[in-house]
DNA sequence: CAGCCTTTCCAAAACGTTTCGGATGGACGA
DNA sequence: TCGTCCATCCGAAACGTTTTGGAAAGGCTG
């Protein structure tokens, strides 16, 4: 027995075993250049023999990181996650997995607020970041952030989003760019608008770019009908939803603002007699799973949630490395065509219309 | 300006600023009996006005405790979270909360394998403990953490399941109880089960104890029908559900091993034109919420979740404090009469009933 | 008044890592 | 031969906490 052998597992039992300082092998291992190739490669066998894993605690106190990346879980009550989440949270995960960061979830219970939550994952040192998801157009987790200068980056934005940074998809663009092809290729006049009560930020984004193509268009024949539903009370959603397939006005054309609320819509129609996309043309946002099935498939924007994630993993580096420079991307999501569009049902006799491609 | 001030927020500052040592400080937080009780006063006035928060790392460093406790998220793919899982989740962080630690979630990602990730964990000392969920028959993670010595509690238990902590629910009481009173208060003798294909331990013990139940009976007439689905294959149900609906011999109760499965029994009985609870009673499993809403509502048993959860937290406290001692509970699930149960339709014209007695 | 016990406090070590500022030895140029 | 420079290595400090093993001072007992 030696004098008293080092706890295994450590820099210290390797250096031990290899004669070495601490020093040399834990820059050998970090791959600095003032160690020789010869020993480091003892060093790296030694250290893999070792089944040799830094201990955290050390590493963290003195680079003052905890290799962390914090995430609060919007799950409220019985509230489902939806696939969204899912799908976002996986892709964020594995980005991180790839700079060695481990993502950190934590839900907030019924007894604390989200304020609360965040500002002791915040205060303890548990995370070097933070990813917010669901802003709000007003968002106090965002101010809180921003002013305790604690790096984080946002999957959305607020209406104030100068001065952090983020990560959005361009739903104006898209909403903008829908109608014009609504219009333009399909001939449709009469539009519908289902959106939700909650101010998030996304759907006013997405009101303004419908809202404001069809002013540009300077069409005065073109109207539009809102009606707007809580976002998470399913059960609400069929008056408001009959009450305009049901109106004698009734819109040629849908546009939901979420997928969810699109196959309700296709839901309630089906079971009003309207078929679409005969007489009804329906488009959703999000592409989620269920949109693939739904009969007829929705038409609909995906947003590429994986990739999505995956850059905001990427964008948390960034902000790590250079905390002061901020990033912001927008992304443009990718029109998917299922079945639920289709022509306008009565053709305008003989308008004056811009351009007249008929699809092929 | 002094010769150097502490850095903001630690115990030397507070130390410092009182005139104190940093042991006292320390010790008069913890509380300890040796620092007198003026000093205790001071010392904690001035960390609540510095805002004081132990640095988590150092304390990690000297106590080898990171406060954590890892779970793995089951999420694949674009799979959805279900609301049993979020419900588990929320109740399981509000418990540790209360005792000072952290839930530290993490998923996997298609490119990694949950050992993996779970090896990674534990390797680097990401959490001081970890709750497993979703337990199979034969759970290599189970193995895993019981070969390596980690302390860990499981939510459901293997196959054998003597050599560490769990708590589950106590299906095959359930379903044995559940057997008895379809039979004995309402007369049911055709018994149909809908479970599922994959080996889950808790699916074995909910049919062993409607099996068992069923033998000890002793009275021939009794017949059991039984199919297997895919759990999330929810496109597949609807074949074994028909089979077993539109069977000549077709069964006056069916006992589904989820409310899921339960629920979709209740869909295809309607649009066949079965009336339940008339001509045919059907049983759940968990009490998910939309158990609550469905036509009939739907008679199950619940878990009560989020009181498991809170037990689970008390089990890794547990388990954490004596490590050697395992601990193993078994709750049993509440009955939840709503409306898809009654008298089987066709009472036996004279049998042989041992004991019968009519609901109030 | 001496000895002992209590109360209250503290110095120093330890946890495992990273990194700064050398130290050592040999090669090479002058 | 001496000085310079490079390649390679290492000692020691630092991060912030907990804990061990006292130490100092005062009160009490005899």
């Given at each position: 027995m030696e004098i008293t052998a080092p706890k295994k597992g450590t820099l210290k039992a390797i250096a031990a075993e290899l004669g070495l300082s601490i020093t040399t092998v834990s820059r050998a291992l970090a791959g600095?250049?003032?160690?020789a190739e010869a020993t480091k490669n003892r060093v790296r066998a030694a250290a893999a023999a070792a089944d040799y894993v830094p201990n955290s605690a050390g590493k963290m106190l003195v680079t003052g990181r905890s290799g962390f990346v914090g995430f609060l879980l919007p799950v409220r009550e019985t509230a489902i996650l939806d696939p969204f989440l899912g799908e976002y949270i996986t892709g964020l995960s594995a980005g991180l997995a790839e700079q060695g960061r481990d993502l950190f979830m934590t839900t907030v219970s019924s007894s604390q607020s989200e304020a609360t939550v965040l500002k002791h994952i915040v205060d303890a040192g548990r995370a070097d970041a933070m990813v917010l998801t669901r802003i709000a157009e007003e968002d106090e987790r965002v101010d809180f952030l921003v002013k305790r200068g604690f790096p984080f980056v946002a999957h959305g934005r607020t209406l104030?989003?100068?001065?952090y940074s983020w990560i959005d998809t361009d739903g104006k663009q898209a909403f903008s760019d829908l109608f014009q092809w609504l219009y333009q290729e399909l001939g449709h006049k009469k539009i519908g608008l289902l959106s939700i009560t909650e101010s998030m930020t996304f759907r006013r984004y997405r009101e303004d770019g419908l809202i404001g193509a069809i002013k540009d268009c300077g069409d005065p024949d073109v109207t539009l009908t809102t009606r707007h539903v809580p976002r998470f009370d399913t059960a609400s959603w069929g008056e408001a939803i009959r009450s305009m397939l049901e109106s004698?006005?009734?819109?040629s054309a849908i546009v939901a603002l979420t997928d969810e609320l699109a196959l309700s819509v296709l839901e309630h129609a089906a079971s009003l007699g309207v078929s679409v996309p005969e007489s009804l043309t329906v488009i959703g946002y999000d592409n989620i799973p269920a949109a693939h099935y739904s009969n007829p498939g929705l038409t609909t924007f995906d947003q590429s949630i994986r990739s999505t994630a995956q850059q905001t993993a990427g964008l948390i580096l960034d902000t790590l490395d250079t905390p002061d420079q901020i990033q912001q991307k927008l992304v443009s999501p990718i029109f998917i065509r299922r079945g639920s569009h289709g022509p306008a049902p009565k053709p305008v006799p003989n308008s004056l219309k811009t351009v007249s491609k008929t699809k092929g």
């Open positions: 600095y250049s003032d160690v104030d989003h100068s001065d004698e006005n009734r819109p």
